[in-house]
């Protein structure tokens, strides 16, 4: 069984005379422990399908089939059970809460687990040693570098250790030394048995993936494994 099946899907926005399909008929399947690109210039829909995958937008018809559960017709609150559970999500701008230490950026999405302080604490401090960041528990988000942010932000992501890693342009913001760093974590979660969807533009970011899906007017255009 796949771990994501997507079948005949549409986003339409404007319905009518004047609407725009950012999703335009897609199908698709991903198998448990793929290492996936999914690229697209601005405008191809790339975006639409993430939060399709992650569960931030439901689709105007079509199916999508997550671990054999179909999410149509779930509540919110099953939703965002799911996300919390299943799938870490890594972003461009990190998304970071300012005001609170690394340590307890990570620790949030624990908190929403309603998971026991001394265990969010400890799988907290394990996902930053695992970033390398162990030395910086205590730092705010404006006392760190881009890099060492994205790393807090991929430590939020794996603390909890779902099986789906979500990463929209983790490497957009930062400098290659930095883009570097991130990419051997996500190819380390992925060899640890994750399975990881990588949201691009990026060509040579796209070609580090075992399976490279090329989007375009929101429709697949390419799908190819990646023989390197």
Known sequence: MSLIEIKDMYKIYNPGENEVRAIDGVNLTIDHGEFVAIIGQSGSGKSTLMNMLGLLDVPTSGKYILNGKDVDGLTDDELSEIRNKEIGFIFQGFNLVTSLTAVENVELPLVYRGMKKDERNRL????????????????????????????VAIARAVAARPPIILADEPTGNLDSHS??????????????????????????????????????DGQVVSDVINRK
Do not use: Y
Request: overall charge negative; charged content about 25%; cysteine-free.
């Open 124 to 151: 907290a401090i394990e996902a930053l040693d695992r970033v390398g960041l162990s030395h910086r528990l205590d730092h705010l988000p404006k006392q760190m570098s881009g890099g060492q942010q994205q790393r």
């Open 179 to 216: 883009g570097v760093e991130v990419m051997k974590i996500l190819h380390e979660l992925h060899e640890e048995g994750r399975t990881v969807i990588l949201i691009t533009h990026d060509n040579d970011i796209a070609n580090e993936a075992q399976r490279v899906i090329r989007i375009q």
